[in-house]
């Protein structure tokens, strides 16, 4: 089986990138000439992904404009989060609600994603259809961290996350989820922890192991050692 649409979350304020994000968009600020956005679907281009849905709040004329004249070779749709921002969880329901497909690639453009990450996701990929699961989230050692300062969200064993002990595994944006996972939600503003949570507590949220170095938006300090890389 194969997931044939991403998401891409775009629609935060990017305030800890301030006064770089005042008047543009984190994911289009740029890395060595490549903006973080483009950075992210040249990625799900090599995956073999032929639609993408994006959603957009905070300063959301400049993605169309960006897509528009950029002419990328995959469809791109954009979806607004609407009159209030809906945080993560409430912009990948509203996205999902836009598409026919189940099963979802969701990305966050503040990672600097690159081709080298392309194997792991398609071993990811395989394996979330192995086992038929319904969320299953790229994770790194927090030691391949390029911001040390960086604490740890999850422990992961046998593919399976908990939060007991010495948690040195980080999310660094990417997932696979199940739309079915989002069905009972009644709030249109939600955090997509409150999901990864209840997984949890059910022995249900899984995980991956990528050995890429990790290099993330963090903050102005940590973008400013990265901007030229």
């Known amino acids: 089986m194969k997931i044939n649409t991403a998401l891409i979350l775009c629609a935060g304020f990017g305030k800890r990138l301030n006064p770089n994000t005042i008047k543009k968009p984190k994911p289009l600020l740029q890395i060595n000439n490549i903006t973080m956005l483009e950075r992210s679907i040249n990625l799900i281009e090599k995956l073999g992904i032929n639609k993408i849905i994006i959603n957009t709040f905070y300063l959301k004329e400049q993605f169309s404009d960006f897509i528009k004249n950029k002419k990328f070779n995959l469809g791109i749709h954009i979806v607004e989060d609407g009159k209030n921002i809906l945080d993560t969880g409430g912009g990948i329901l509203n996205m999902v609600n836009h598409s026919d497909e189940n099963d979802f690639f969701v990305f966050n453009p503040d990672t600097i994603w690159s081709s080298n990450y392309q194997n792991e996701i398609l071993e990811m990929e395989k394996i979330y259809f192995q086992k038929k699961l319904e969320n299953i989230l790229l994770l790194v050692n ?7 300062n960086l604490k740890g969200d999850f422990n992961l064993s046998n593919n399976l996350i908990s939060k007991k002990d010495n948690k040195d595994f980080i999310y660094i944006g990417c997932q696979i989820l199940n739309k079915k996972i989002l069905k009972n939600q009644n709030k249109r503003k939600f955090s997509i922890l409150n999901i990864w949570n209840k997984l949890i507590e ?28």
């Open 202 to 229: 059910q022995k249900k949220l899984y995980g991956f192991q990528s050995l890429e170095k990790f290099y993330h938006l963090t903050d102005l300090k940590t973008f400013n050692k990265l901007k030229d890389l």
């Open 142 to 148: 927090k030691n391949q961290s390029f911001d040390q």
